[in-house]
């Protein structure tokens, strides 16, 4: 069983992911609504995986991306937005992040991307970040 930790100022988006992470069996430690606690709450959970909004109030996801990768090298992260802009999906990429997923969330490719990235399943079957890091319908 796994531990994720959520970023998302939608509590809609962080029920859907939790739903979706619980059902694979696996725990959700915290769910936060912007990102100013995440080093804090990493630190105290040691997740094995997060999933971070881009657009979050007072905060930029990449900007806390970047600070949480400078702390825990080996983070997994999962980033979300409803923007589909290629800059934002190559910096998140560049910055650390394993996958780049565009809401809405399709739930069937959520779970291939959390299982890829907990090495749980080949990255063979779905492509790596550097090829083709967006997952949406």
Do not use: C
Not at 17 to 28: A, T
Not at 56 to 61: H, I, K, Q, W
């Amino acid at each position: 069983m796994a531990k994720a930790i959520i970023v998302d100022d939608s509590q809609v988006m962080r029920r859907h992911l939790k739903r979706i992470i619980e059902d694979m069996g696996h725990h959700v430690v915290a769910e936060l609504e912007d990102g100013h606690n995440l080093l804090k709450m990493y630190e105290k959970t040691n997740p094995d995986f997060v999933t971070l909004d881009i657009v979050l109030p007072n905060s930029d996801g990449i900007e806390i991306l970047k600070a949480l990768i400078k702390e825990y090298p080996h983070a997994k992260v999962i980033m979300l937005s409803s923007m589909d802009k290629k800059h934002t999906v190559i910096d998140s990429v560049r910055y650390g992040a394993r996958y780049f997923v565009i809401k809405p969330v399709d739930t069937k490719k959520f779970r291939q991307v959390v299982r890829v990235v907990l090495g749980e399943a080949s990255e063979k079957q779905e492509p790596h970040p550097s090829e083709s890091n967006t997952l949406n319908e």
